[in-house]
């Protein structure tokens, strides 16, 4: 079939052709102008449309990239603020240091304000892991490190919290594998800083102050003594005595003072605490109102040390012993009730002391304590029991009897004592007559002490009974123009004379022509005045009542023969006698036992393995043959990090805030190191990014120059086209003339 019935000539054909393909570059040429593209297809140009193509697809990959690559910048620059920040945490625990040391006193305020400065301390410890921790972004986290810990091992940790008096074992700061030997030694033995004894005396105006004693193992204490005077100056004086929590008052009254300074003798606060403490110390009216200023009125804290030590010695770092021991100053290493620690350079073992029952776990050889009482100075030295004998810890107690007659008026003490030692074996006896060691020998024959006795001292746990009136009248001594001493006898002590007391009684006898005056002074400012006739003609009673001093109201009677006095005559009798000893006062002393005691080990090992979950690596171009990897810094305080311990002891140790020091100085350095790797890897990575947008460009140009059309050019072509169209409509026109001539005919 033909493909055209109608016949054209060969002009309007040859027209028609040309104005087709006229038609088709005008399409072709709208396409460009339309698309900017001069090849739009793989028809319009195979080489150039596969190769630009390609291009595109590059420069696609890239820009792709350049998103993740941005957000791994943001994922560093999250952590660099955290680093930032947590410098600013440092510079703010530094300033907590720099005013703990501007208030190193060991007065109670400097140390409750070094307490409190360690806990803010501590509190922003914690901070700085918290925010080392929210520093995460799209769950990358660069300030945590690779999550790898050390830990001591549970099983360490309740072996030494199984030691009596230790609880809530740990080691923190932990910067490598160690083993940490816990040893425990001491005997108890209480004593007290020697300088706050002399100022507590100075200050309160006591003398002979002492503080001794064993610690009690199940109820001690590391507290310090307290002794608060209140009064005033001719007053009745009152002092509490205060360990810890419990405290003990005594009042003395000026009717006391006055006896004592009349009889010579001291008054006296002697008193022990259930924590094993014994506090003795003298009272002198005169001597507390003397003190200048303050008539003694006040409070002297006075530290106390206890002989108990915890030494804590390491292997595997530099290999050293620390002891932190209850003898030392407050300040210098002192073992404390409460989270104990030592620095190590691998670790800081912490250990919770408790201070009723840590002697328990304490290794030491039997000891004998110092006598103590107010009549501790009836025993010089320390008592001696063979260490072998000693098989518990006990208390002795010193007492001892006499008679009247023995006493010497002279010496002020008895001739002879029956003395008797009560402790573990029982009671065991013997007789001292003289200054020297006595051996005392158990009930039960299993061990011996050897005391070395003051007699005089042991007046104050003597009972006796009071001399007789025959026994005083025994020692009558008559002077003057009295008759013999057979005229005047001393018959009766009806009404008891003063206990504990040695009394002389002095009766000055005056006479006129009428009569005697006899006058009683008993020297503790006691009187008595009895009148009689100068003669009468049988033996006469004379009876004394005493008005004054200790032995006010005691009644004493005088019998006298006739003929005793001469007229106008002056005499003087005296008679020696002792009220009733009761033994008012203690004697003391004490063994402790050898004990074996407990030591422990507390072991750090790994407990985490190290990751790289937090490390990020960034991938630098499409194909993944370039990357880098950023590691995670860990610069939260543990010794895996920052290693910034928290505070040791409180801060009551100037070598605990230097070891603070050192550590912040040592973060500091560290923090730098992160910040700059962190900085390193940002300004590698941004360079990155940068190529990378530059280089997509590149890319999408290079791709353009392949296929984009020229306009100019392609709107060139369309008027010349369209010029062509118009002439090739025209020249057909003309070759349809001929025939439309020829229709005109018909």
């Known amino acids: 079939m033909a493909t055209n019935d109608v016949q054209l000539t060969g002009g309007i054909r040859s027209n028609l052709l040309l104005l087709q393909q006229i038609s088709g570059k005008l399409d072709r040429t709208q396409q460009r102008l339309a698309t900017g593209n001069k090849i739009n297809g793989a028809i319009d140009g195979p080489v150039e449309f596969f190769a630009a193509k390609g291009l595109n697809r590059r420069a696609d990959d890239l820009s792709t990239l350049k998103n993740s690559i941005d957000q791994s910048i943001s994922t560093i620059k999250a952590a660099d603020v955290g680093v930032t920040k947590i410098e600013g945490f440092v510079e703010q625990a530094r300033g907590f240091i720099t005013t703990a040391y501007q208030n190193l006193g060991s007065d109670a305020n400097s140390m409750a304000l070094r307490k409190s400065l360690s806990e803010q301390f501590n509190t922003l410890l914690r901070q700085i892991d918290k925010l080392a921790q929210d520093s995460s972004y799209q769950g990358k986290n660069l300030l945590v490190g690779s999550g790898l810990r050390l ?6 940790k309740s072996a030494a919290n199984a030691l009596p008096g230790v609880t809530a074992s740990r080691v923190t700061n932990v910067m490598k594998a160690d083993d940490y030997v816990i040893d425990i030694t001491g005997t108890g033995r209480i004593s007290a800083n020697a300088s706050d ?12 102050l002492s503080i001794s004693g064993f610690q009690s193992k199940t109820a001690g204490n590391f507290d310090p003594v307290t002794i608060r005077y209140t009064g005033g100056k001719g007053k009745d004086k009152t ?6 929590d419990v405290s003990f008052t005594k009042t003395f009254t000026t009717q006391q003072w006055a006896i004592a300074k009349a009889t010579g003798q001291a008054l006296n ?4 605490f259930a924590s094993g403490t014994h506090i003795n110390f003298d009272v002198d009216f005169d001597q507390i109102d003397d003190v200048p200023d303050t008539y003694g009125l006040g409070t002297s804290v006075i530290e106390k040390f206890v002989d108990v030590a915890v030494s804590v010695a390491n292997f595997n770092g530099v290999g050293q012993e620390i002891t ?6 407050l300040g210098q290493q002192k073992l404390s009730d409460g989270e104990n620690s030592w620095n190590f350079d691998t670790g800081t073992p912490r250990l919770t002391i408790d201070e009723r029952t840590i002697l328990q776990s304490a290794s030491s050889d039997a000891q004998i304590g110092s006598a103590y009482g107010h009549a501790s100075s009836g025993i010089v030295g320390t008592p001696v029991i063979n260490a072998a ?3 518990t810890d006990a208390t002795f107690t010193v007492t001892a009897s006499a008679s009247a007659a023995d006493f010497d008026f002279i010496t002020g003490r008895f001739t002879s004592y029956g003395v008797n030692l009560a402790g573990p074996g029982g009671v065991t006896s013997t007789g001292v007559s003289t200054d020297g060691t006595y051996t005392f020998t158990s009930g039960d024959g299993n061990a011996s002490v050897d005391i070395n006795f003051l007699r005089v001292g042991l007046n104050g746990v003597t009972t006796a009974a009071a001399s007789t009136a025959a026994q005083a009248d025994g020692t009558e001594a008559v002077t003057g123009a009295v008759l013999s001493a057979a005229a005047i006898s001393l018959s009766s002590i009806l009404s008891p004379l003063a206990s504990n007391l040695a009394h002389n009684l002095n009766f000055t006898v005056k006479s006129n022509d009428t009569q005697a005056t006899f006058a009683l002074d008993d020297g503790y400012g006691g009187k008595a005045i009895v009148t009689t006739a100068l003669s009468f003609a049988a033996s006469a009673v004379l009876t004394f009542s005493v008005v004054g001093g200790p ?3 005691s009644v004493i009677q005088l019998t006298v023969n006739p003929g005793a006095f001469r007229a106008d005559s002056e005499s003087s009798i005296r008679y020696n006698a002792i009220g009733q000893f009761t033994a008012p006062d203690e004697l003391k002393f004490d063994q402790r036992a050898a004990q074996a005691g407990f030591d422990s080990k507390l072991t750090t090992v790994q407990v985490t393995d190290g990751t790289d979950q937090n490390n990020m690596t960034v991938q630098l171009n499409e194909t993944n043959t370039n990357q880098i990897t950023v590691v995670s810094q860990n610069v939260q305080t543990d010794g895996q990090g920052l290693a910034i311990d928290f505070a040791q002891n409180n801060w009551l140790d100037r070598a605990d805030i230097d070891n603070a020091a050192a550590m912040l100085e040592a973060a500091k350095i560290r923090l730098r190191s992160s910040a700059s790797a962190l900085n390193n890897n940002l300004d590698v990575i941004t360079t990155r990014l940068n190529y990378t947008k530059e280089f997509t460009d590149v890319l999408a140009e290079g791709a353009n120059k392949l296929v984009m059309a020229d306009q100019n050019e392609e709107g060139a072509n369309m008027l010349q086209l369209q010029t062509r169209q118009q002439l090739g409509t025209i020249s057909l026109s003309l070759a349809n003339q001929a025939q439309q001539a020829i229709l005109r005919l018909f």
Do not use: C, K
């Open 389 to 391: 004998s000693i098989a």
């Open 197 to 208: 004894v002399a100022n507590a005396e100075r200050d309160r105006g006591i003398s002979n």
């Open 551 to 553: 032995n006010d109201g």
């Open 269 to 272: 606060l002697d008193h022990q």
């Open 151 to 156: 830990d001591a091992t549970s099983s360490s």
């Open 239 to 244: 002092f509490t005595i205060t360990e810890g």
């Open 324 to 329: 932190r021991s209850g003898t030392s100053l």
